[in-house]
């Protein structure tokens, strides 16, 4: 229960030094040799107790969500730079050089998720219409939403569409709690999997004998554009951050009034749907230009970091008890993830794909850039810059893809 007197650090600096050093902690043991840590975080992913433990301490009344101003800072300057450099360092080419296959299988895993939202609301619908119903704040269908953008895309397209859609905390709580359980469950069974890799791709008559050539030019690439950054570098790269998330912010404030009432319905009117959409699109087009090499001086490291201070400022506004108030709502997640799962096989199947690129595509979508290189390791430890290549990729089309499946949810549920 969230603590109603007032906290113990009311000051936001104090709380945003709190929140960084929780995540410092975070991750310092995540990458850890001690065994327990290694064991510990076997089972209880990183992201997740980047949201559970800001959220402990909003329950207990060491901080407050709702008093503090982090939240509205940290989703209106931070998630759209977060955005951008997540998507300039996009190398399109290289994902091209993957070959058909992987991109088809990556696709297939983003139709399985855009397809599988409004039928799995619709078949537990069937026998369990309170668990998809709600209105307001509080329709299901919203905090569904949240998950399409992190199952396409990852973290920041989730903030992103939480931002343009507005679920209720309780309602994002419990949506929180699903994307992590369903996602996790879906990576053990991919892992798994993948030590029978050969017997699968026997099976379905698949060649991987490219994937070794792929892994070799991308890891080229990549050591060619990394570099040590300069002073000049990193204000470069911060220019063109927030730069395109001002230029962002000023044709939002122009397009979202001219928008009429009729299109309330689909988020049009809200200027930050417009800034999501134009940062991932002005972050897109630079991915083409010279812009791309920001990459090498480290764009989606600072994206990253950025994105993390967010989720730890979401995971303070959060209600641990509402995870436990619509247990229903797991259901829709897995009826979900095998929906996925069979779309991804069906096409697998039809185009002789290697496990491989299966495997890889489908945690692009459900893991992104955080756990698709651990799913790509499990084939072959050089392999694991694929998985990065794919999720990024995600990261692109996740608020695209998440948008459209939040609308055909919302079609269904009402």
């Not at 040799?33 to 975080?41: Q, R, T």
């Not at 641990?320 to 069979?342: D, E, K, Q, R």
Request: hydrophobic letters at 55%.
């Amino acid at each position: 229960m969230i603590a109603s007197n007032p906290p113990v650090f009311t000051n936001d600096a104090v709380v945003l030094g709190i929140l960084i050093s929780v995540l410092a902690l975070i991750f310092s043991t995540a990458q850890s040799e001690h065994p327990f840590f290694k064991k510990f975080y076997a089972y209880v992913p990183a992201l997740l107790l980047c949201y559970f433990i800001p959220s402990v301490l909003n329950s207990l009344g060491i901080v407050s969500g709702d008093r503090s101003q982090l939240y509205p800072v940290a989703s209106r300057y931070l998630l759209p730079v977060s955005l951008v450099f997540l998507t300039v360092g996009v190398d399109f080419r290289a994902i091209l050089r993957l070959g058909p296959k992987a991109v088809l299988m990556f696709l297939a895993g983003v139709l399985g998720i855009v397809a599988g939202g409004p039928l799995s609301i619709m078949i537990v619908s069937v026998f369990a219409p309170e668990a998809v119903g709600g209105v307001g704040s509080d329709a299901v269908w919203r905090g569904m939403a949240t998950i399409a953008g992190s199952w396409i895309g990852g973290a920041a397209n989730q903030a992103a569409l939480r931002e343009v859609f507005q679920p209720s905390d309780r309602l994002f709580s419990s949506a929180i709690a699903v994307d992590v359980v369903a996602a996790n469950l879906w990576m053990a069974v991919l892992i798994y999997a993948a030590g029978r890799a050969n017997q699968l791709d026997a099976r379905m008559g698949a060649d991987a004998t490219a994937i070794e050539e792929v892994r070799k030019k991308i890891e080229t690439y990549q050591q060619g554009i990394v570099r040590n950054p300069t002073l000049k570098d990193l204000l470069v790269l911060l220019a063109v951050g927030f730069g395109v998330t001002a230029v962002a912010h000023a044709l939002a404030d122009v397009l979202a009034p001219r928008m009429g009432p009729a299109l309330a319905k689909f988020s049009l009117t809200s200027p930050f749907f417009w800034v999501v959409i134009l940062v991932t699109a002005l972050g897109l087009l630079l991915s083409f230009t010279r812009a791309r090499r920001l990459e090498g001086i480290g764009a989606s490291k600072l994206g990253s970091l950025f994105l993390y201070v967010l989720i730890a400022t979401i995971g303070m506004k959060m209600d641990l008890l509402a995870i436990f108030a619509n247990p229903s709502l797991f259901l829709v997640g897995f009826v979900w993830v095998m929906i996925h799962a069979t779309v991804l096989l069906l096409v697998a199947r039809l185009i002789r794909a290697p496990f491989f690129f299966t495997a890889v595509g489908s945690q692009a979508c459900l893991g992104g850039a955080a756990s698709t290189p651990i799913v790509a390791a499990a084939f072959h430890p050089a392999l694991a810059s694929v998985g990065v290549l794919l999720a990024v990729l995600g990261n692109a089309v996740g608020t695209y893809g998440g948008y459209l499946t939040a609308l055909l949810m919302q079609m269904v549920a009402e």
